[in-house]
């Protein structure tokens, strides 16, 4: 399982540290039994067990819901959102 420590470590480019904060509190508050859905996470359409966050205008954090409960996925940009979505499905084959 990764940590959102993990993934924010293992991005490519810089992110901002006010969506580096978003990200840890939302990982906190989810943790602590908050839903999703007062967070502002919404589950994604193609993939149902897939939950994405806003953490800003570029970027977007997904985590995915299993019978453990919600697991951090990745973090990616706007831009690199629907290529992410291309590998979940294409694996969940």
């Known amino acids: 399982m990764n940590s959102t420590k993990q993934l924010i470590d293992a991005f490519q480019s810089q992110i901002p540290l006010c969506h580096l904060k978003r ?33 800003g205008r570029g970027f977007r954090f997904i985590w995915h819901n299993t019978s453990d409960g919600l697991q951090p996925k990745t973090i990616t940009t706007r831009q690199g959102f629907e290529r992410i979505l291309k590998q979940i499905r294409k694996a969940s084959y």
Do not use: D, V
Request: net charge positive; with cysteine.
């Open 23 to 55: 990200a840890l509190t939302i990982e906190k508050q989810l943790e602590s039994g908050t839903s999703y859905l007062s967070l502002g996470g919404r589950k994604i359409r193609s993939c149902p067990t897939f939950i994405r966050f806003k953490l």
